[in-house]
């Protein structure tokens, strides 16, 4: 498990990350102890907190972590006609979904939404600064090279995202995380991502042609 700030090499770190996400899950935030981590992890008290400085600073470098997952690829291709942006928004969508709901990623954002309810405004900030504003700012920029080249109309992309991320996600996140419904699988996050896309092509204008 790698985060922002660990170094891929540092076996010490990961051990700990991965330990310490366990121990959260299984027994909670506030019941989970140092010294459980370190057990497991192996590792002493010393070599933990030489690396972290307390148990929130590993709480928020797992947020981090799960966070940044969510990310799209930084070589998203810039679309060069209506086709192509379609079909590149269909890939990122099951990209994007298959991350959101993945069991891993759930377990620690129900951590952090427990942390940041009482208080915890360091973990809600990881959350929407390495989640939500990074993925925000892909797709505007994917969408905003699609108005440059004439496939959508640049007062169109704000609805055109909302139309989008409104379908992809719907209630699943929610559904997850209160462990009302099973997870979708990997068919019916294909079928969101395709409905999602298609749901956007319906709202972009018939005039917005390539060029």
């Not at 797992?62 to 679309?79: A, F, H, I, T, W």
């Not at 209506?82 to 759930?106: I, K, M, S």
């Not at 609805?159 to 990997?186: C, K, N, R, W």
């Amino acid at each position: 498990m790698e985060t922002a700030k660990e170094p891929p090499g540092d076996p010490r770190r990961a051990a700990i990350l991965q330990a310490a996400f366990d121990v959260f899950v299984e027994n909670g935030f506030e019941a989970a102890t140092t010294a459980e981590i370190v057990r497991r992890a192996r590792v002493s008290k010393r070599t933990l907190y030489e690396l972290f400085a307390s148990k929130q600073e590993i709480l928020t470098a797992l947020v981090r972590y799960g966070s940044q997952k969510l990310q799209p690829s930084p070589d998203l291709p810039e679309p060069q006609s209506r086709e192509q942006f379609l079909a590149v928004l269909e890939q990122f969508g099951r990209a994007f979904l298959r991350e959101l709901l993945h069991p891993e990623r759930t377990a620690m954002y129900r951590l952090a939404i427990a942390e940041a309810g009482r208080g915890g405004a360091l973990v809600a900030r990881e959350l929407d600064a390495n989640g939500r504003q990074p993925v925000m700012r892909a797709a505007t920029q994917f969408f905003d090279q699609a108005a440059a080249r004439g496939i959508i109309r640049r007062e169109e992309i704000a609805l055109l995202l909302s139309v989008y991320f409104s379908v992809l996600i719907g209630f699943a996140q929610l559904q997850t995380l209160l462990g009302t419904e099973p997870p979708l699988d990997a068919e019916a996050i294909a079928q969101r991502a395709v409905l999602a896309t298609r749901a956007t092509a319906r709202m972009m204008q018939p005039d917005s042609a390539d060029r």
